[in-house]
Nanobody
């Protein structure tokens, strides 16, 4: 499984941004896909994940109500729509995949990782 995240950039507080994660063939048919982030000097943090069938989504407490995870299984692509961004959302965001979305949330782990994309939110 190969994952490639894109869509990061510099935005102002209150703005929106959408990240994309392109997976290699058959990623969507086998794996849950999700997002983690790591801010400078901080531990990696679970952000959001969607189950393979998209019937279940999971979110970190700090992003609930502001971020939405989705996926297009036919394109092996996952998205993270980020609204009402705050300076504390500044981090490198990583796309990830695992057999279970709940596993990613509960363990803060994933089986596969993509390269990160930097999101910077200015105040």
């Amino acid at each position: 499984v190969q994952l490639q995240a894109s869509g990061g950039g510099l935005v102002q507080a209150g703005d929106s941004l959408r990240l994309s994660c392109a997976g290699s063939a058959r990623t969507s048919s086998v794996y849950a896909m999700g997002w983690f982030r790591q801010a400078p000097g901080k531990e990696r943090e679970f952000v959001a994940a969607a189950s393979m069938s998209l019937n279940k989504t999971y979110y970190g407490d700090s992003v609930k109500g502001r971020f939405t995870v989705s996926r297009e299984n036919g394109k092996n692509t996952a998205y993270l729509q980020m609204n009402s961004l705050k300076p504390e959302d500044t981090a490198v965001y990583y796309c990830a995949a695992a057999l279970s979305a709940q596993y990613m949330q509960s363990t803060q782990r994933a089986d596969y990782w993509g390269r990160g994309t930097l999101v910077t939110v200015s105040s």
